[in-house]
């Protein structure tokens, strides 16, 4: 096993507070505008970049294809491939394109793992990955068949660890234990939905899925997990009148909560979202934000508001309201 490139990602990781997501980057936002906030991310220090096989199908005009091929361009082109931390995911693309999802997702078999690594490396213009997730949990493929083709990709050096997207605490927790038992690598990225608010006990919003209780008591017991928390700003809603939250977060708790973040907010002059991103960076279990941006000064903001460090009294106003 390449123990040496894994260590010095685990260790790159750690300290790493902030991921720039690049979900819309070639479909929603052009490729010119994507380029700018790549460039800006860089120069204020960020490294972690995340993107997937599958970004954006959804989006008019989109094959999938899109996301990968802006970052590929961008990091042959600037010649930063060493300095940024690229994290790539298998397994939510439809198969074939245009088929309904997510039942066509492709899925975890170790074929698809395979062959999917090439073509994304293909568009990401390297021979490796520092983390390649699993983007969904596949229940129709034997765990064991997955994490022994993400094992192979590490102990070949192509991949530096293994990360897991959209699955439970329990589903989780089987496949570390499955891991250690066959020295295989294991998952030690998680990354799931996270913001202030959380999604109602009865809310389905399958495939994502949501940080709980039960996840943080699994990543805190367990040690050695980072958790990172994709759609932090809920698409702008928590800043922005043009802009609803999703039905899953009605109720009166993320009622209640909402209006101590904008109390908050009003009095400490400090915009919600950057408190938001505060709140989720410095806490006892920190989640890092997969950051959403499609302008220089949301980027900007963003980047900000992961560098404040919230006043403890602050904190535990947020960490109670309920
Ligand atoms: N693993 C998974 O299954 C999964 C799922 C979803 C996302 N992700 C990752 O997470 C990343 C972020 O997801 P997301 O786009 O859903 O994130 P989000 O935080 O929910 O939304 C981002 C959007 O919020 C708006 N926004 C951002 N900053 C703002 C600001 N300062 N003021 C006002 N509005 C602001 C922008 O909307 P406009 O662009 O419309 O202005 C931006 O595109 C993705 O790029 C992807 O890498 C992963």
Redesign the pocket.
Same mark, same amino acid.
């Given at each position: 096993m390449s123990g040496t490139y894994t260590e010095a990602v685990r260790r790159r990781l750690g300290a790493t507070r902030l991921c720039l997501?690049?979900?819309?980057f070639g479909t929603t936002v052009p490729e010119d505008t994507a380029r700018l906030l790549l460039d800006r991310y860089f120069e204020r220090g960020g490294r972690l970049i995340?993107?997937?096989n599958c970004?954006a199908f959804w989006a008019e005009g989109g094959t999938g294809e899109e996301s990968e091929s802006v970052v590929g361009r961008w990091i042959e082109d600037r010649g930063v491939r060493e300095d940024v931390l690229l994290a790539t995911?298998v397994g +939510?693309r439809p198969e074939p394109p245009g088929a309904p999802w997510p039942e066509s997702a492709e899925g975890l078999r170790a074929e698809v793992i395979r062959e999917q690594f090439a073509r994304s490396a293909e568009r990401l213009r390297t021979d490796r990955f520092d983390v390649y997730?699993s983007?969904i949990d596949d229940a129709d493929t034997e765990l064991g068949e997955t994490l022994k083709a993400f094992d192979a990709l590490v102990r070949a050096g192509s991949v530096g660890v293994v990360g897991a +997207?959209?699955l439970t605490s329990a589903r989780l927790a089987a496949a570390r234990d499955l891991s250690v038992k066959h020295e295989w690598a294991p998952y030690e990225v998680v =990354?799931l &939905?996270h913001t202030y608010l959380t999604p109602g006990p009865d809310a389905d919003i399958a495939p =994502?899925l949501a940080i709980d209780a039960p996840m943080t008591g699994y990543v805190r017991e367990e040690g050695g997990i980072l958790l990172q928390g994709? +759609?932090? #700003? #809920? $698409? $702008?809603a928590y800043? &922005?009148a043009d &802009?609803e939250f999703a039905p899953e977060y009605a109720g009166a708790d993320n009622a209640r909560r909402l209006e101590t973040l904008r109390t908050l907010s009003e009095a400490l002059g400090v915009?919600a $979202?950057r408190l938001v991103l505060a709140w989720m960076v410095g806490g006892e279990q920190p989640v890092t934000p997969? #950051? $959403?941006? +499609?302008?220089l000064? =949301?980027l900007d903001?963003?980047m900000d508001g992961a560098t404040y460090d919230l006043p403890p009294s602050v904190r535990e106003e947020l960490d109670t309201a309920r």
């Open positions: 997501g690049t979900m819309y995340d993107t997937a970004y995911k +939510s997730f983007h +997207s959209n =990354q &939905r =994502q994709y +759609s932090p #700003l #809920l $698409g $702008g800043t &922005r &802009r915009d $979202g997969v #950051l $959403g941006v +499609s302008t000064a =949301q903001e963003a």
